[in-house]
Structure formats: structure tokens, C-alpha cells
T-cell receptor, first 112, second 116 residues
Framework: TQLLEQSPQFLSIQEGENLTVYCNSSSVFSSLQWYRQEPGEGPVLLVTVVTGGEVKKLKRLTFQFGDARKDSSLHITAAQPGDTGLYLCAGAPPPGTYKYIFGTGTRLKVLA | DAGVIQSPRHEVTEMGQEVTLRCKPISGHNSLFWYRQTMMRGLELLIYFNNNVPIDDSGMPEDRFSAKMPNASFSTLKIQPSEPRDSAVYFC??????????????FGPGTRLTVT
């Protein structure tokens, strides 16, 4: 069974601080997605990484896919209260299946 | 584009009652997913449709759960009879992709179901 473990599970930081969220697995994924979910809403796709070692930037967010395509990280620079939410990573379905493998989630709170 | 539309947004029902959740995917998307989210188990895939046909329903927890997609613009998830352990947030998502792979999913706002 493929699993995606995220760490930390919970994170509470002050506005302006930097943080990194990790998404780890023992399985290889063809691609990996990061979503952010705000209270009362569905997850919203932030980015898809496809190539091992790939780095993508979205304003203050930097996403990296591990060289072996088994792990990923999300780094936020100068966090703002608007970054508060649940961050989920999702591995692309294994060949022949349709189930995205969602991570356990990291709940981030940025205090003003 | 209106995005994925789900109704109702909140549902409170008594144990044993039938519950029907509704979803309208994004126009032109040919893949539809039903998920359930709880604090304990996170986001779980219940069923996946491609071109209105159920492809993988291995995530449907029990025979009490059923899902249909009579046309490209509408899907339902029904629970009959409902039980307190079914309490969760149910999400519908659609994707433009036609098969397995890393196609992006667009989630609806969810239906928060409470079974008392």
C-alpha cells in the first residue's frame, strides 16, 4: 500500500517566519501535486511537479520534487496569515489505477 | 467557469435515513471523483467515474453507499441507511483527464454530513 507521510502535522508560526513542510513516501510517483485547503472549502491545486529534482516557485512558495521522485517539500518564505490552511500532497495514481494517494496533511496557522 | 458545484452544503439527518449528495462537475471534464474527508482518516477516494462510467468503486465502504452518474453534468452519492460513522465532509472533484495519471483535480466546496 502506498502511503504519503507529511510532517509536521501541525505548525503554528508568527507572520514573517519561514517554514518547510515535507511529504515522504517509500514509493515512486510519476508526479506529485500540492493542494491548500481552507476551512469550509475543498482543496485547491497549487502546483504539480513531474521531474525528479524539479523546483517550482509560486510567489513565496517553493516546491521541490525529490531526485528519486519519492518525496517532496514545500517551503514558504515570510509566511502571512493568508497562508493559513491545510496543505496536502498527492501522488499520481500508480500505473493502471486511478487513486491519487493523498498525504496525511499539514495544518498551518500563521499568526499576525 | 462556476467550478464544481455540490449540494447541499450541509446535511443533518437521523440514523437510518437516506441521504443523497449531488455534484455538478466542470463542463468538459470527463473524470469525476467522490471523496470523504475525516480528521482520523484524511481524504479517501470513494469512487471514480470516467465518461459517466464507474471505473473504480473499491473505496466505497459498504453496500449502503451507491453512486451514479446519469450524464456528464450530474452525479449523486447516496447513503441508505445512514449511520453516525458516516459523518464526514464529502467532496466531489472533476478532472479534464481521461485516464490514470497526474491530471489535476478540481474540488467542489464539499457537503458536511452529520448523522445523529
Amino acid at each position: 500500500t502506498q502511503l504519503l507521510e507529511q510532517s509536521p502535522q501541525f505548525l503554528s508560526i508568527q507572520e514573517g517566519e519561514n517554514l518547510t513542510v515535507y511529504c515522504n513516501s517509500s514509493s515512486v510517483f510519476s508526479s506529485l501535486q500540492w493542494y491548500r485547503q481552507e476551512p469550509g472549502e475543498g482543496p485547491v491545486l497549487l502546483v504539480t511537479v513531474v521531474t525528479g529534482g524539479e523546483v517550482k516557485k509560486l510567489k513565496r512558495l517553493t516546491f521541490q520534487f525529490g531526485d528519486a521522485r519519492k518525496d517532496s517539500s514545500l517551503h514558504i518564505t515570510a509566511a502571512q496569515p493568508g497562508d493559513t490552511g491545510l496543505y496536502l500532497c498527492a501522488g499520481a495514481p500508480p500505473p493502471g489505477t486511478y487513486k491519487y494517494i493523498f498525504g496525511t496533511g499539514t495544518r498551518l496557522k500563521v499568526l499576525a | 467557469d462556476a467550478g464544481v458545484i455540490q449540494s447541499p452544503r450541509h446535511e443533518v439527518t437521523e440514523m437510518g435515513q437516506e441521504v443523497t449528495l449531488r455534484c455538478k462537475p466542470i463542463s468538459g471534464h470527463n473524470s469525476l471523483f467522490w471523496y470523504r474527508q475525516t480528521m482520523m482518516r484524511g481524504l479517501e477516494l470513494l469512487i471514480y467515474f470516467n465518461n459517466n462510467v464507474p471505473i473504480d468503486d473499491s473505496g466505497m465502504p459498504e453496500d449502503r453507499f451507491s453512486a451514479k452518474m446519469p450524464n456528464a453534468s450530474f452525479s449523486t452519492l447516496k447513503i441508505q441507511p445512514s449511520e453516525p460513522r458516516d459523518s464526514a465532509v464529502y467532496f466531489c472533484a472533476s478532472s479534464p483527464g481521461g485516464g490514470p495519471g497526474g491530471n489535476e483535480q478540481y474540488f467542489g466546496p464539499g457537503t458536511r454530513l452529520t448523522v445523529t
